[in-house]
Structures are given as C-alpha cells and as structure tokens.
C-alpha cells in the first residue's frame, strides 16, 4: 500500500467480481490474476480509487453515494477534459475509458493512469529533509504551473465546445449562492450582507483562459527530489473562466502560518503551507503569479472573498448531505463550524486589498 492509498472505506466498497469481468472484456491484454483495489484518503466528494491486475494499474473515479446536485460530478465531462488536455498539459493524467453502465459500480465511472510521485498535505513523506529552499521551490511550481495551465489557448481544444466564457463570474456568483440556499441548513449572521457584497463587485469584464477551479497543494504530485509537478489531478470543475478566479481559489486553500487556527485546522490537520515558514505567503504567490502571467492582481480580494464563500458552499453541500443521512462519513459531522467559519472570513476579506 504505497502512502496516498487505504484499505476501501465501509460503505464506499465495489463489487470486484462484476467490475473485474468488465475490465477483462474491455481492456486488451489484461493480465490474469486476482483484481486488488484500494481507495485514496484525500479528498472529500468524488470517490477515487486505485485497480491493480498483476502489473496493470489504473485509477477509477466515481462520484460519491447518495443524490449529487445536478450537473455536479459529472464523470464523462471530467473524462473529456482529460482527454483534451492531456496530450498539451501532460501534469493532467491520460484517460483510459468512461463507462456509463452504472451496474458495474453503481454508477457512471471513469479509468485512468495512475502517476506515482509524491503528494504533500499536512506533512512531508519519511526521508525528505524539509527546509526553506525545498518550500520555496514547490511554491514555485505551484505558480508556475497555474500560469502554464492559464497560458494555454482554449479555443484549440474541446473546452470551448462546452464552455460558456462570456458572463463567467456573474454566473459564477449567483450559481453559488443559490447553491448555497438549497443546502442551507443554519443561519449565519453575515450571509445577507457578504451575498450582497459579491453582487455588487463582481467584474463586468474579465479576460477568459482554461481554469482548473480546484488547485490546491494536495492535488499535485510532485516528482522524487521536489523539483517538478507530475500530477495534477481533480478536473471536475475545471472550464473556461476568468483566470483570477481560479488564482482565488488556489489561494483560498493556501494557508499561511499567521491565519486563524480555524481556518488553518477547518479540515483537520494543518497543511504543511501553514507550519513550514519557506513556503510563500499568499501576497508572494499572487505577486510571482502576477509577473509570470502578466496580469493585473489589483482586483483579488473580490476573488479571494468569493473563493472563500465558494468553499464554504462546497462544505455546506457535504454537510447538507451528511445531515441528510445521504452519507454517514463521520469526518463531516462538524462540517457547519467549518463553514459558519469561511463565511465570516470571506466576508472579512471582503473589503481588504493586496
């Protein structure tokens, strides 16, 4: 079991005879013997899952149990970005297959490699001697990569098919909020007027790139030595949309050493951007992003406010749910402090500058 990967969770297990037999009629010259599965422990939505066969290995990705919020974990959306970007940005893993019959895991699925390298969250492998170099160089990276990501033209791929650029962050705005509103469970103080504060400054006018939507320390994989990014994984909200809302989000899981020990431990563990020093603060992240891409950074706190409500939506969904009785994953019963915290951050954020 290598250290990203657990024994399948209670609840979340696949039927290995039904999918094996799938697998052995779909895919040329799988070798025999028995099928062993395991499932990755980070993340909290989609289900993901690594599938060995003698010395074939793949990763299939399902979305979670329970009802999903329409167009939410969308499978064969993931699978076709995939396959668009995989051949130009190759961090983004090569698809294998999307299979819709949902009898073979109880839902529409889809395969696809499985890198190796080494994923970072709240701590640093056994081995690897952390210093400030080291720290400064992944932050490096991370930016490096975003504005790759952000360099490519959209309009050569199949993203612009299913796509709708114009219009992105007012879209963006009222989608979340009234997705908020559907999952709302408690009342929070600051709600109103932060809704309000998001309405009246979104941007009229934004420039439009290829924008992950998730990216975060611990979707990337890095290679052996920490000098390269050779993974980046979570494509489900990635489209066509305002770049600065995607460094936004990027920034509103990147947290720093002085931010509140709520916002620092809301998922649990501190990440390891927030207890190793050599890592960037976010004012560095935004500021070498801003001399690589050549963008005007003067806006984000409206990005960053909106980045942090985002998150807090996708938290109150998961509670939502868990509330609901749709998953009984002890990790999201307290998931409403979590949020109620986001929301309140978000709407200090809102009428500071960088």
Known sequence: MSKDTIPVRQGEELNLSVLDTYLQETIENLPGGPLEILQFSAGHSNLTYQIKKGKWE?????????????????????????SDLHPIFPVAPNPYLFCNNEKIVGSPFFLMERKN????????PEGITVSDDICRRLSEVMVEQLVELHAIDYKQTGLAAISKPEGFMERQVHGWIGRYERAKTDEIDCLEPLKKWLVDHTPKIHESTIIHYDYKFNNAMF?????????????????VGDPLADLGVAMGYWNQSDDSELLINGLGQAPVTAVHEGFFTRKEFIELYAKKSGRDVTNLNFYLTFAYFKLAVIGQQIYYRYKKGQTTDIRFANFNYFVKNLIQHAANV?????
């Open 58 to 82: 793949a990763v299939l990705r399902r979305p979670p149990l329970g009802p999903v919020a329409p167009k939410a974990h969308d499978m064969e959306r993931e699978y076709k970005i995939l």
């Open 350 to 354: 809102a009428d500071k500058r960088f």
């Open 223 to 239: 290679n052996q030595n920490l000098t390269e990014m050779v993974g980046l994984f979570d494509w489900e909200m990635t489209t």
């Open 117 to 124: 390298g080494i994923v970072i969250d709240t701590s640093f």
